[in-house]
């Protein structure tokens, strides 16, 4: 499905990001608690250290009995990490272009070097679609 409506066209009302992240189609399974992480290898600049930013979650085409998604953001410096979302479970349309899309703005008081998306399915054999968005700054 893509990203196609980015926060970078939001963000220029909160001053330039120095940091834009996005991962599209991410594949996820019944295999219990998945994590997929925005850090300085595959997103150039969060290792500069970064207090604040806009994350977006879209999960969709849930497949199987009654999909749900539970979804944990977290940031980190290395040392100390911070829950910046906890969103409980909430069932995903298993129809194509069907789904749920979170928005979370947040600011920390360290300086975080890598932000991670954990997901967990729910119900019988389910099956989904991820696309995650970070954008950031100091």
Known sequence: ???VNTYQTLYPGYGQPSV???K???SLTTTGQQTNTFNAANTPGIGQGMTKGLARVKVYN???TSPTVAIIVQVTDGTNTYIVANIPATAVAAL???GVDFYIDFGVD???NAMSILTTLGGTT???SM???LVTGP
Do not use: K
């Open 110 to 112: 360290i300086s975080f």
């Open 126 to 128: 389910p099956t989904a």
């Open 20 to 22: 834009y992240g996005v």
């Open 1 to 3: 499905m893509a990203i």
């Open 62 to 64: 849930g497949g199987g």
């Open 24 to 26: 599209n189609a991410v």
């Open 96 to 98: 194509a272009n069907s």
């Open 131 to 133: 696309d995650a968005e």
